[in-house]
């Protein structure tokens, strides 16, 4: 999975070199399904902003995710598209002089939905939009407060084949997904976690579109 932000690069790569010859667009709406690989890296914000205490060794992992997507063609070029998903996401406890030793792992589970507008030309597309998540499970190692829904952007860059379609996608998040509060004489502090995901996904269209070149 440490070979995911290269993969995205090969494929960006790809759809700027002419692949687009070969490729097929659909008229109409089309559902299909898809499955991927995430990995998520994690910004610590301090609250107050004056605060000046530092966390350390919260570091990237990996995860995934499994569901569905629908399209619905708007013109030629424009589409919107929808995405109703499972996700898993993990970071790792670290030790802070050395990324190599490892606390534990802290798993987090949503059931989450993407909607976004997008431009397709020859069956390379890209699309931004919101995205929501919602917290069904979690397994930490520390006493953290795990967020009940969590927002974001969401972006991708796609190609589409026939019934086959490779998407890269980024999450920046918006709002925080664990955070930790304590207090310090009397003052109440937090470190609030924001996580950036960035993976890949590969989906299938089960019915719906009528292929046009």
Known sequence: MK????????????LLTGTGSY??????FSFGLKVGANRMSTKIINRPSN???????????NGFQVGAWATLPVSRWLFIDTDLYFQQRENKYEDPSNSDIIFAYNTYRYAGVSGRVGFMYKGA????????????????????????VEWGINARLGYQYRRVRIEAFYTKALTHY????????????QHLFY???LGLSLGVRLFGGKERR
Do not use: H, W
Request: charged content about 15%; some cysteine.
């Open 195 to 197: 996580g950036n995901t």
């Open 23 to 28: 490729a097929q667009v659909t008229d109409g």
């Open 125 to 148: 597309f890209v699309s931004v939009g919101p995205e929501m998540n919602v917290l069904l499970a979690t397994k930490t190692r520390a006493k953290n407060e795990a967020q009940g």
């Open 3 to 14: 070979t995911v932000p290269s993969l995205i690069c090969a494929f960006a790569g790809l």
């Open 178 to 189: 664990e955070q930790i509060t304590f207090i310090n004489q009397g003052d109440k502090l």
């Open 51 to 61: 605060y000046n205490g530092q966390l350390r060794g919260v570091g990237v992992s």
